[in-house]
């Protein structure tokens, strides 16, 4: 069993065989055969990823943002060395160009080595690598230059420390385009509503607009959910809760390269259905 | 920490103190404080309930099917001796009349002494406790006798066994007016497919109708959610995902004597939308 540490918590996954335990530049980064959630992938002791439930994490932080707007064609990965999300873009037709700015390139490598499921997000042509800071990244990247981006981001302790303080944000909005949407990793629901309401807080001011906060279900995150920022930047308006570039639309020749497993557009209008104690705690009513 | 084991992996929760341990007539019965989650329900060695998330779990296996008919007068609970569920269904000011059929009298009284906001339930004067096996009890109820039935029974080994069986289904059917509606705890979407599909086939068979699977997050619970069936016998048409009767519509005077914590009528239209891989795997689709 290898045991995964929250607060007060734990949980363990039970070990086939240990594939890949490595110390990079960042992190410690860890591949394992669990018996029953497939391949896992673990950094600094967080578990990032696993086969079995990796669909619902990748699907929604990809199609969120891209279902809102209306032909999305440029889109920018902060993180995301795992390919998943790429993965889940290529889905998408009108896209032409993809950035992705992942800091550890043994994340990319490993991934290419022991996920090639999600890896494959690589092979797309219209993926543009930048292995790097994101901060830097993003300090030469004009502004107004994309559609929609997404932080993929593990958490913020480590190389993710200052992808959640206000400077970050701001260099995000600038690189947006006007009505330009942001999705960000947003932690769990039960455990950081106050992180939850600083992200939030920080990107109200940021985005000069609404903040909605979606979440998923994936079992293998500390207490079983994941949480998602999403806003736009001023501009046509981006209606969140109705997706204009519904996913069932898209080119089915793009959609079923591998079908999609959590996410369609119930689940999408449902992720930003949110328990009353969320509401009141960070003031989402 | 104590570990909760599932196929292939284990939730542990850090212990403060053990408040009691005893074996009833059918199960071992086990109540400790942990460190995060509030006071903990044990009973052989799986997690029913902890302060921290109960709400989730007992608002929306009472309110799915309370807030899905008008009116609801007559209600019978089977298993919930915590009295979790009997508090939600008392913010209904509409019924008259509920029993609960609970085997285990050691439950009630270890929930009476340590989970006073569980227990609270049971000191509605509408509530009628018969201690005693369910099947028994329905085997003597009236037939029409109940607008809604709710099954909160623990996992389907030991006691509850023959409660996913089709006799079972069958008697609850007979139980329920024309129109009356039953919710069953149905596990995990994420572990238990096949238990899902045979008890969605069993209730399509004695229900004659459409069969609903809604879900919620509770981190406690095995993969972090727990699913509800929801079905109704023939008569007037139930269309659970629109709820005519809304929560928010309620006397609140009863309401007010507990804010809810997570139940709200969007969470109950978005319980009903299903990850992809469900709707495949259990012919939802």
């Known amino acids: 069993m290898l045991k995964f540490f929250s607060v007060g918590e734990a949980h363990s996954l039970k070990v086939e065989s240990?594939?890949?335990?490595?110390?990079?530049?960042?992190?410690?980064?860890?591949?394992?055969?669990?018996s029953t959630y497939g391949k896992v992938l673990v950094l600094d002791g967080i578990v990032q990823l696993t086969e079995k439930d990796e669909c619902a994490y990748q699907e929604m932080?990809?199609?969120?943002?891209?279902?809102?707007?209306?032909?999305?064609?440029?889109?920018?990965?902060?993180?995301?060395?795992?390919?998943?999300?790429?993965?889940?873009?290529?889905?998408?037709s009108s896209v032409e160009h993809i950035d992705i700015c992942e800091i550890d390139k043994m994340v990319i490598d490993?991934?290419?080595?022991?996920?090639?499921?999600?890896?494959?997000?690589?092979?797309?042509?219209?993926v543009d690598l930048h292995v790097g800071d994101a901060i830097e990244f993003l300090r030469h990247a004009p502004k107004g230059k994309y559609d929609a981006i997404i932080v993929d981001s593990s958490d913020p302790v480590g190389p993710a420390q200052e992808l959640v303080e206000k400077p970050f944000f701001e260099t995000l909005a600038q690189?947006?385009?006007?009505?330009?949407?942001?999705?960000?990793?947003?932690?769990?629901?039960?455990?950081?509503?106050?992180?939850?309401?600083?992200?939030?807080?920080?990107?109200?001011?940021?985005?000069?607009?609404?903040?909605?906060?979606?979440?998923?279900?994936?079992?293998?995150?500390?207490s079983g959910v994941i949480g998602f920022l999403l806003c736009s930047t001023e501009g046509p308006p981006v209606d969140f809760l109705n997706p204009?570039?519904?996913?069932?639309?898209?080119?089915?020749a793009?959609?079923?390269k591998r079908e999609l497993r959590f996410y369609n557009?119930?689940?999408?209008?449902?992720?930003?259905a949110l328990p009353s104690f969320l509401k009141r705690e960070v003031r989402l009513l």
């Not at 890949?20 to 860890?30: H, N, T």
């Not at 204009?244 to 089915?252: A, F, R, S, V, Y």
């Open 18 to 34: 240990i594939l890949f335990k490595e110390k990079s530049d960042y992190q410690e980064v860890l591949v394992f055969e669990s």
């Open 61 to 92: 932080i990809a199609h969120l943002p891209l279902c809102s707007i209306p032909s999305p064609k440029t889109v920018l990965v902060v993180g995301g060395g795992d390919g998943g999300v790429l993965r889940e873009i290529s889905r998408h």
């Open 110 to 126: 490993v991934s290419k080595k022991f996920f090639p499921e999600l890896a494959v997000g690589f092979e797309d042509p219209r």
């Open 175 to 222: 690189a947006l385009r006007p009505g330009g949407v942001l999705c960000n990793m947003a932690e769990s629901m039960w455990l950081h509503t106050h992180l939850i309401e600083d992200m939030i807080s920080i990107c109200r001011e940021t985005f000069k607009g609404p903040v909605h906060y979606a979440w998923a279900s994936v079992p293998t995150y500390p």
């Open 244 to 252: 204009i570039n519904p996913i069932e639309k898209l080119d089915g």
């Open 254 to 256: 793009y959609l079923h």
């Open 265 to 272: 557009s119930e689940m999408h209008r449902a992720a930003f």
